[in-house]
Each structure stands twice: as structure tokens, then as C-alpha cells.
């Protein structure tokens, strides 16, 4: 009668779901683009109020390696802000139904919501998701799941 309990056992635990499934690199691209459309929404309504605030004749012009700094900062703050206050979400990982997590599954730290923004800052990175995992994960030791979790 053992032998029948230790076996069903082992057959429950073979039928188990794994804990988490990563996102596919169509996900990874959904949330890329959904949050690229967030940033330039954002980058023009911060155009705007600088426009507005810091322009004597109704026009406000960003020129040279202003423009640069000003596209970087902008970059930076939506996926920070949205990674840090969303615990790993952002708009794009809304729509897929996806989140960023830790190794140890665990939702990531504002620190790695910092990490996470300025590794997607070098200019190529972008290009690291085409080969498997974006530089942005591997230096953060995070990764991208389906919300579809266990709770551990």
C-alpha cells in the first residue's frame, strides 16, 4: 500500500505546473514597443510644459547634445518610474500580461528598477534581446515571466 502512495506522489508532482514560464521574445517586443509609445507620450507632454514655462516667445527648442540628454532623461524616467511604482510592470507588461522579477521570484527593488533603466540607456542594448536575454536582465539578475505565478 506504500508503494501505491510514494507513486502517486511522484505523479502529482510531475502533473505540477512549473512556478513560472518566461516571457516569449514576442511579449518582450509587445512590452518594448508599448512602452516606447509611453516614453514619446510622456517626452511630449514634458516638451510641452517646458514650451510653456520656459519660453519667452512661444517656441522652446532643443538643440545639439541637449536634445540627446533630454531623449536620455526622458527614457530613463518613464521605465524607472514605471518599474519602480508598478513593482516590474509598465504598460507594456499590462497588455502581455507580464511582469519583471527577481531570481528569486520575488518583485524587483527600486534599486533594480534603477539598474534595469540605465542599462537600457547604452545605446545598443536594445539589440541584446535578439540573441536571448536583454542586457538590462542578465546585469540586473532579473528576468521577464508570465503573470501566470504560483505563489511559492
Request: net charge neutral.
Amino acid at each position: 500500500m506504500e508503494e501505491n502512495t510514494v507513486s502517486s506522489v511522484f505523479d502529482e508532482l510531475a502533473q505540477e505546473q512549473p512556478l513560472f514560464e518566461y516571457a516569449t521574445t514576442g511579449q518582450r517586443f509587445v512590452n518594448f514597443l508599448m512602452d516606447l509609445i509611453v516614453y514619446i507620450v510622456f517626452s511630449i507632454i514634458v516638451f510641452i510644459v517646458l514650451t510653456i514655462f520656459f519660453s519667452e516667445n512661444g517656441s522652446f527648442v532643443i538643440l545639439g547634445w541637449w536634445s540627446v540628454l533630454y531623449t536620455m532623461a526622458c527614457y530613463f524616467t518613464v521605465t524607472f518610474l514605471m518599474e519602480g511604482i508598478l513593482k516590474g510592470k509598465s504598460v507594456g507588461k499590462f497588455v502581455t500580461g507580464t511582469r519583471a522579477v527577481r531570481q528569486d521570484l520575488s518583485a524587483i527593488t527600486w534599486k533594480d528598477a534603477l539598474l534595469r533603466s540605465l542599462c537600457r540607456l547604452i545605446p545598443i542594448e536594445p539589440l541584446s534581446g535578439l540573441g536571448g536575454s536583454p542586457w538590462h536582465d542578465n546585469f540586473t539578475k532579473t528576468f521577464v515571466i508570465k503573470n501566470r505565478m504560483q505563489q511559492l
